[in-house]
């Protein structure tokens, strides 16, 4: 099995900054793509940024481009993303996802976070 866990989220005024981190652990054989989805109440859940494998691609939802970095570092099974200038719509449920291969399995599984919230003041 593979877990994540969030870190990061919080209370920020709007044009603010917050860094969440999400990191994944269990026995591991590799951690393919990474991302970040987000639900805010009433909403459907939503991208909000993916990172390839090795961290050469990445991609992001139009609401949060140009604010928004997504990154990983491998070595630590982590994916990070660094929030900038965040707005009152942004305030949501931040989720982790990954898609992992575990030693015991042959196939990649994906896997979610429990979330973070993060609430943007006006």
């Given at each position: 099995?593979?877990?994540?866990v969030e870190?990061g989220g919080?209370l920020?005024?709007?044009g603010?900054?917050?860094?969440?981190?999400c990191?994944?652990?269990?026995?591991?054989f590799r951690?393919?793509?990474?991302?970040?989805?987000?639900?805010?109440?009433?909403?459907?859940?939503e991208?909000?940024?993916s990172?390839s494998s090795?961290?050469g691609s990445t991609?992001?939802?139009d609401?949060?481009?140009g604010?928004?970095?997504?990154?990983?570092?491998?070595?630590?099974?982590?994916?990070?993303l660094?929030?900038?200038?965040l707005k009152?719509?942004?305030?949501?449920?931040?989720?982790?996802?990954?898609?992992a291969?575990?030693?015991?399995g042959?196939?990649?599984a994906n896997?979610w976070g429990r979330?973070?919230?993060?609430t943007?003041?006006?």
């Open positions: 099995q593979v877990q994540l870190s919080g920020v005024q709007a603010g900054s917050l860094r969440l981190s990191a994944a652990s269990g026995i591991i951690v393919n793509a990474m991302g970040w989805y987000r639900q805010s109440a009433g909403k459907q859940r991208m909000v940024a990172i090795g961290g991609n992001y939802a609401s949060v481009k604010r928004f970095t997504i990154s990983r570092d491998n070595a630590k099974n982590t994916v990070y660094s929030m900038n200038s009152p719509e942004d305030t949501a449920v931040y989720y982790c996802n990954a898609a291969r575990t030693y015991s042959s196939l990649y896997y979330g973070t919230q993060v943007v003041s006006s």
